[in-house]
């Protein structure tokens, strides 16, 4: 008996040890998806009318699943702490809706990276084609194309070069379409492993989670 309490004991702890990992996890995440939302590459296109939404739906949902880890990981050691059958049942379903939310972000990074790619791709060349059309009126989407990816034009930079940064004169050309799918293609593959790497962190907490609920049961059943 006293064997069996000290090895429920052990799954408890190990318990509350992932829920502190876990809670800083989502802290961690939520950080991430707001830097990632309004800091770093993208954060000019939040103020324009034609943001990239499509982009950003991989984000909310990560920043949601954050929210929901930190909570859920002081729900668990409530739960672990108070031996509570119900509770860490409860927990049990909130990691599978995390876990579901984690590699759907995960999935939508790296088969929608194409997609997400040529959505933003296609505003680059309305935003484009729509200063060649009255250059006089100038263009405040496409400026902000050109100082987030760092880049001037397509083909050439002739004919769009008021709107380009003055950082890039006298340096190589960068063909904005190139760029474009680059920065891209390089932040939705960090959002997915972010993605997969937590759904894979809450694939030990159900586990422990059972292992601790079944362990409870069992205990009870022997008193």
Not at 68 to 82: D, I, N, Q, S
Not at 114 to 120: D, E, L, S
Not at 161 to 189: F, R, Y
Not at 209 to 214: A, G
Request: glycine residues 12%.
């Amino acid at each position: 008996m006293g064997r069996f309490r000290g090895g429920l004991r052990c799954i408890k702890y190990l318990l509350l040890g992932f829920n502190l990992l876990f809670w800083l996890a989502g802290s961690a995440v939520i950080a991430f998806g707001l830097w990632f939302r309004f800091g770093g590459t993208m954060k000019d296109f939040s103020s324009e009318d034609k943001s990239p939404e499509y982009f950003y739906v991989g984000l909310y949902v990560l920043v949601g699943a954050g929210a929901l880890m930190m909570a859920v990981g002081f729900f668990g050691c409530c739960g672990a702490m108070r031996e509570s059958q119900c509770v860490l049942g409860s927990f049990f379903t909130c990691l599978l809706v995390i876990f579901a939310a984690e590699v759907t972000t995960g999935v939508f990074a790296f088969i929608g990276k194409g997609v997400a790619i040529r959505h933003v791709q296609t505003m680059y060349e309305e935003a484009y084609n729509d200063y060649l059309k009255d250059k006089e009126k100038g263009n405040g989407t496409l400026i902000t194309f050109h100082s987030t990816f760092q880049c001037c034009g397509k083909e050439s930079s002739e004919l769009v070069q008021p709107t380009c940064p003055k950082e890039l004169l006298g340096q190589g050309h960068k063909n904005c379409i190139d760029e474009i799918e680059t920065v891209i293609s390089a932040k939705l593959q960090l959002m997915g492993i972010v993605g997969i790497g937590i759904a894979g962190l809450t694939i030990f907490g159900m586990i422990f989670s059972m292992v601790l609920c079944c362990a409870i049961r069992n205990s009870r059943d022997v008193i």
